[in-house]
């Protein structure tokens, strides 16, 4: 976290994930990334990580029950 949780845009964690991404794509590694939503996660599908992990369970439930509530709502 480099002391920047959940900072991801910040200079200081880009710069480290391309540092690494880099040794990675040097020695063959495949990269991951984990994020909230496919929006989080798009950057590093589009810069070829292809280890995807997207969202947990409790905030698939949390979303799921939000939603469920809003249509009682009506």
Known sequence: ???RMG???HAQVR???ARIRDACRSEGVR???FGVDGTAVEPFV???F???AVGTDALF???GAQEALDT???
């Open 61 to 63: 439930l949390m979303k």
């Open 46 to 48: 589009d810069d070829g």
């Open 15 to 17: 710069d480290a994930i």
């Open 50 to 52: 292809t280890l995807i």
């Open 1 to 3: 976290s480099l002391g």
């Open 72 to 74: 009682l709502k009506h």
């Open 7 to 9: 900072e991801v845009a």
């Open 31 to 33: 990269l991951g990334a």
